[in-house]
């Protein structure tokens, strides 16, 4: 039983050490700012409603005329 918990509480305590997972994490959050504030920027330049702003983009993306 003693050895039982003594490998346990060695995983368990090298779980809470990994801190690998921490950085997708981060990385994720620095994408989403960064997006967000593209999508305001471009916004901000088109002069258009967010909307039309996403229909322009789609038609550009499907091939559409860009203007």
């Known amino acids: 039983m003693n ?3 003594n490998t346990a509480n060695r995983h368990i305590g090298s779980f ?3 801190d ?3 950085q997708v994490v981060e990385y994720a959050l620095i994408i ?3 997006s967000i504030i ?3 920027a471009l916004r901000g ?3 258009a409603s ?3 702003f996403i229909a322009r983009v789609e ?3 499907t091939g559409g005329a860009c203007a």
Do not use: I, N, Q
């Open 45 to 47: 330049l088109t002069g």
């Open 20 to 22: 690998e997972g921490a």
């Open 59 to 61: 038609t550009c993306l």
């Open 16 to 18: 809470l050490r990994d």
């Open 32 to 34: 989403a700012v960064v």
């Open 38 to 40: 593209l999508v305001v």
């Open 50 to 52: 967010f909307s039309d």
């Open 3 to 5: 050895a039982l918990l």
